[in-house]
């Protein structure tokens, strides 16, 4: 038995996807969050951050901070603001 027989299975999560496919290059997660008419997306690679749990508790850390921006933002005609599109982009490092 090795050790990816006997570690707990990670499941996907809302907004946290986890993608372990074998034939693939990328391992990780995807954190995908909706609110406003925007989506924003970021992907955590098991082999950036040193494997699944250190790739999902930066994951999670990120959803927290993102969550608490769009959640106490001000809303233009029911949209996120560009001031605050702007934000969580610079939150998740994306242009």
Partial sequence: ???LETAPAMKS???????TYEN???QGWRLCLSRGGV????YFSDKHYGGGRKALD???DTLEQLKGLL???KKVNGRL??????????LLGTP
Wanted: proline share 0%.
């Fill in 1 to 3: 038995m090795n050790a």
């Fill in 13 to 19: 999560k809302r907004n946290l996807t986890r993608f």
């Fill in 24 to 26: 693939t290059a990328f």
């Fill in 39 to 42: 989506t924003f997306t970021k």
């Fill in 58 to 60: 930066a994951a999670e």
């Fill in 71 to 73: 959640d106490g933002s």
């Fill in 81 to 90: 603001s560009n001031v605050t599109v702007k934000k969580a982009e610079k």
